[in-house]
T-cell receptor
Framework: AQSVTQLGSHVSVSEGALVLLRCNYS??????LFWYVQYPNQGLQLLLK??????LVKGINGFEAEFKKSETSFHLTKPSAHMSDAAEYFC??????????????FGKGITLSVRP | EAGVAQSPRYKIIEKRQSVAFWCNPI?????LYWYQQILGQGPKLLIQ????????DSQLPKDRFSAERLKGVDSTLKIQPAKLEDSAVYLC?????????????FGPGTRLTVT
């Protein structure tokens, strides 16, 4: 079975500082990987995804993530945090085996706070 | 393009009562998902529909939860009777197809509080 680990439940950074949110997956075969953002009282929005090809993936709002098979990681980064980035971030995986469906398995999420 | 619509947005009920949630997916989306998001956790898939057929309901507590998607469009999720541990946000999502590369679009969710 696949699983996702997001270390820590809360990250706080200063405005303009680097954002780094960690995600590690457990799977016998590299899955498809996703990052979603959830603003208060809203649904989830896709930030970026990795399926195949280039391991550095760029998403919306200046975020990017790098798939590292050797480390089973897909960490999310942004060079300079903005106040509007304050939200909850979820890493998710979906299986890639033959016949597998699109079921997403989510991590428990990380709350990002941005200090002025 | 209108997004995924859900109602109600908030619901408070007492344990052992019944409750129903409604979801209207994005027009043309064949696949519909219901997720349960308990406070402090990531969303967990309850049930997935492809048109009006069930693809995956392995994590749906079938003794109290039921869901239907009549005519392959709108969907309702029902809980009867509710328990305290059902307090959560119920998210509906839809996608064009069931394949892994189809993006899932999420609605705003229904926050259920069971007292």
């Amino acid at each position: 079975a696949q699983s996702v680990t997001q270390l820590g439940s809360h990250v706080s950074v200063s405005e303009g500082a680097l954002v780094l949110l960690r995600c590690n997956y457990s799977s016998s075969v590299p899955p498809y990987l996703f990052w979603y953002v959830q603003y208060p009282n809203q649904g989830l929005q896709l930030l970026l995804k990795y399926t195949t090809g280039a391991t550095l993936v760029k998403g919306i709002n200046g975020f990017e993530a790098e798939f590292k098979k050797s480390e089973t990681s897909f960490h999310l980064t942004k060079p300079s945090a903005h106040m509007s980035d304050a939200a909850e971030y979820f890493c998710a995986v979906t299986p890639t085996g033959a016949g597998a469906n699109s079921k997403l398995t989510f991590g428990k999420g990380i709350t990002l706070s941005v200090r002025p | 393009e209108a997004g995924v619509a859900q109602s109600p947005r908030y619901k408070i009920i007492e344990k052992r009562q019944s409750v129903a949630f409604w979801c209207n997916p994005i027009s043309g989306h064949a696949t519909l998902y219901w997720y349960q998001q308990i406070l402090g956790q990531g969303p967990k898939l309850l049930i997935q529909f492809q048109n009006n057929g069930v693809v995956d309901d392995s994590q749906l507590p079938k003794d109290r939860f039921s869901a239907e998607r009549l005519k392959g469009v709108d969907s309702t999720l029902k809980i009867q009777p509710a328990k305290l541990e059902d307090s959560a946000v119920y998210l509906c999502a839809s996608s064009r197809g069931a394949g892994r590369l189809y993006e899932q679009y999420f609605g705003p969710g229904t926050r259920l509080t069971v007292t």
